[in-house]
Every structure is written in C-alpha cells, then in structure tokens.
C-alpha cells in the first residue's frame, strides 16, 4: 500500500488578499494552462496584442498599465521551440519597458535543457545560451518545472525556483490503490529521480533500466538491474519525446516478467511516432502532465493528462507574497 506523503494544496479560491499588484500574462503556446492559473488566483490573464507580420516577425504589445507591478508571464517554450522562445523574450522585453516592477519568467516546461553540457567537439551549450538570452532580455526571476538537468538553475544569475510536477502525478497514482509496485528509472541518469519518488511510495524497490544510447533520440535498451517478476513497474521520466526509450524500457519490462506496467512524465513533448509507440499495449496508462498541450491528434485511449495549474499558481502567490516555495514539497 502507499502511504499519502505528497504535496497537499489549498483548494481555489475566488481572490488573494492582495493582489492589486500582480499581473499574469501568457503566451500562445499554453493558453489553456495559463487560464487555469489565472482561476486559482482569483484573476484574469491580462490583455495582450499578439501578431505576425507577413514576414513572420512577431509583434506583442500589453493592454493595460503594468508600471511597479510584479508581473508573471506563462511560456512554455515547447513546440514550435524558437517561436514560443522568441514571443517569450519579446514578452519580457515589452513588460521591462513599460515599468513592471518584477519580471518573472513562468516556464512550464524549458526548452533546449537537454543541450546542457557538451558531448562532443565543437557544441553548443544551448541550455546557457537560452538562459543567457532570458535574463538579458529583463527577466527578475524565473520559474521553471521539472527541468532535464537540474544544474541548469546554475546558468541563471537570476532567482530561480525550480518546482516539480511529480506531487500531482503521485496523488493520482495513489488514487488507484496500485499494489506491490516497484520504481523504474529508464536510464542511470535519472535514478535520482526514481529515487525520490520511490521515497514517496511508501519506500517502493527501484529498479534500473541499463541502455546505450547509440545517437540522438535513439536508445538501445540492454538488461534491468532490479527485480521487476510479478511486481507494477513504474517507469518515471521527466519528459516522454519521441516515446523510444520508454517504449523499449517497457518491452523489456514485460519480458522479464512485470505484471503491469504505468509511464509517468511531467513534459509530454510526444515528438513522432511517440503516440503510436505508447499506444501499443505496452502500457496500462501513460500518465503526464499539461506543462505541454497534448493535442488531439497525439491523444490515445491509455493516456491520462494530469493539471499542474493549482501547483503552480501556489508557487506563483508564494513567490508574490515572498513565502517558501521549497515548504510546498517537503
């Protein structure tokens, strides 16, 4: 059985005790998301003009005076990654020139962290460059979910809070009353993941899928360290993109002798064929987060899409009322 050691949040309320001074502003990449924010703070989005120009350049203006006010602005930089990128830094730019007392950068889900470190002769540190770009652009403060590198935080020269989705995931997996589970990271890389929330299952076993990748988005998966026989195997990932490695983790998985197997994600970025994949019976459920819209054409009947907007419009007031944002996961 699981033990109920998770985030618990307050419910929505209909409005702060203050907040004359806050503003919260999206972008087009998860508007959605950012309106389910906006319900939990009692509060509206901001009105903003947004175009393109024939020659695809992007225009933003704000609709309303933001002078000495603490502004929030939502953009995951998901897919189209340069465009949600370059509306998000012309964002920040606009709300820098017109007074806003605190920029901070609301990042569901950031974009190039898998280029975080050089691999190879002659790369480029994308990540540092994207963090680079934020802060100069006029972000105070950035908040960002679940990042693929943690060590990211430390190429801002910004306040950074770094909060994780896996609290929300874990209220529904012990909904289910599942039984008997043990924890599986996909790779050595994110046994620290799998670790912590295997902590929160009642101390689950871990397990261990051992691979070698063999280029870009292709993995080659070769043997499980851990006992998996008759057990649910929880394969638990920070973001599920062409659905490969995950796929064959639970392939393997099943070979070796799992009674069932659940996929849990925070950034469903479902890159092709990534539906068809984690579609295929392989899995009981595919369980992620709305950190990245999942569209209709990449939904599949094992697919279940968890709202992470109560989480962070608390961390968004926290931050507001300058409160513990860490508190929140302990």
């Not at 990245?292 to 939904?299: F, S, W």
Request: hydrophobic share 45%.
């Amino acid at each position: 059985m699981i033990r109920s050691e998770v985030l618990t949040l307050p419910a929505p309320i209909a409005q702060f005790s203050d907040n004359s001074r806050l503003r919260l502003f999206s972008g087009s990449a998860n508007i959605p998301l950012a309106q389910e924010v906006a319900r939990y703070l009692g509060m509206d989005i901001g009105p903003m003009v947004r175009k393109r120009f024939a020659d695809g350049e992007l225009y933003i203006q704000i609709q309303e005076s933001i002078r000495g006010c603490d502004v929030y602005l939502m953009q995951p930089t998901c897919h189209p990654v340069n465009d949600h990128l370059m509306e998000l830094l012309i964002m920040i730019d606009a709300c820098r020139r017109a007074s806003a007392r605190q920029i901070t950068a609301v990042i569901p889900y950031y974009g190039y962290a898998r280029a975080d470190r050089k691999t190879a002769g002659r790369e480029s540190i994308t990540a540092k460059l994207v963090a680079n770009l934020i802060t100069k652009a006029g972000a105070n403060r950035v908040l960002a979910m679940d990042l693929h590198s943690a060590q990211i935080q430390g190429y801002f020269d910004i306040p950074f809070d770094h909060v994780y989705g896996s609290p929300v995931i874990l209220d529904y997996l012990m909904s289910k009353q599942l039984s008997d589970i043990v924890v599986v990271s996909p790779d050595v890389g994110g046994v620290a993941r799998a670790r912590a929330f295997a902590k929160k299952l009642d101390d689950a076993p871990l397990a261990i899928i051992d691979k070698r990748r063999q280029a870009h988005n292709v993995a080659e998966v070769m043997n499980v360290v851990g006992d998996v026989a008759g057990k649910t195997a929880v394969l638990v990932d920070d973001m599920i993109d062409t659905g490969g490695t995950i796929s064959e983790g639970a392939r393997l998985l099943r070979q070796e002798g799992a009674r069932q197997v659940y996929a849990c994600a925070t950034h469903a970025v479902f890159s092709p064929p990534a539906p068809e994949r984690l579609s295929s019976g392989l899995f009981e459920e595919v369980i992620v987060t709305n950190t990245v819209p999942v569209v209709d054409e990449k939904r599949f009947a094992q697919l279940k899409v968890l709202s992470v907007a109560n989480l962070l419009g608390e961390t968004i007031w926290r931050i507001h009322e300058d409160s513990s944002v860490s508190s929140m996961f302990r």
